[in-house]
């Protein structure tokens, strides 16, 4: 294989397949990027055998067709370290010669025959969803997945397509994020599968690092796997492969709280801002902020004992009888931040019972009440 590179294409594609990449790995292989040169396109490959990806580059000069297997984290050093408009790369089954101004690189390689197989995306089958929505439904759920859990069904999105609409759901057993959105040739039936975090991450990723990356997602979600396919990015699509956590999600429906008598209406940035600076003077051990409903003001508070105390008051349109309830400020404060609108509705039933955040009818989070001593 030879080819001259654009640095910069080849770099942010290297990085995003790096991403990857097993970290430890009884398979060489598996640490490894594959470069497949073709006269039309490089593709980029790497895999840890549960999640998947193919990068497709333009602004690539290949003279020789083949393939190469190189270490992820040294390829990814080199090229980071290199400030070249290009680089060439030439290889053999034992090694890839970088080349740039100034500066020359031989890295041992593994045989490109060792490497698996990562899917490529299927000709029919697919449904749509608009890039920027889409990340706007990664951002509303992602952080409410089970970061450690033996529940291994937590530590993954929902997601249900039927028609027209697409919903994705995440919960860590003391929160529950949901968010709506629309897509394109949807199934008649719904249709739903759990999408392992590290997969949701890397779309996530795909999508936002390039500025290009504007139109359409195309999804396959099958039985077993998932296959996602980017806009245009650098010239080519990424293609996002990753198999499906095998569980059983909770009943998510079960689990928003109905028939509330005590509802507030609250500015967006100001509770986030309140909420902030109560949690200045909480801690690991004394994790938790008071809400206290009086009237048409708010008073957010948190007391530790080895800290000391904090009061913050902001106005807002308050219907039911006073009340105080305390919440992990961390889970308020990350459903705060995802909100694009100026005002939510928090809605309760008791200071025992979950509370529920809404932002119109497209995001809900259901977050549960903590003791406060």
Known sequence: MKAVCDRATLTRGVQVAAGVVAQRSPKPALACIKLEARPDQMTLLATDLEVGIRVELGQMEVQQPG???IPADRLHGILRELDADTVSIASTEQEAEIVAPGARFKVLCDNPADFPKVPEFPASGAFSVAADDLVGLIKRTIFSTAKENTRYALNGVLWEVEGTSVTLVATDGRRLSLAKGKC???PSAKHAA?????A???????LTDVAEAQGAVRVVLGEKDILVESPPVDGGRRIIYSRLV???FPKYEDVIPHDFDKKATLGTQAFLAAVRKAALLTNE???GVTLKFSGQELIVTSRTPEMGEAEVRMPVEYSGEDMEVGFNPLYLMDAAKVMDADQFVFSFKGPSKPGLMTEGRLFSHVVMPVSIV
Do not use: M, T, Y
Not at 194 to 198: D, E, L, Q, R, Y
């Open 184 to 186: 394109k040739d949807g």
């Open 67 to 69: 393939d190469a297997l």
């Open 200 to 206: 949701i991450q890397l779309i996530e990723r795909c």
């Open 194 to 198: 759990i999408v392992p975090s590290k």
């Open 246 to 248: 095998d569980g059983h």
């Open 285 to 287: 051990e004394s994790r």
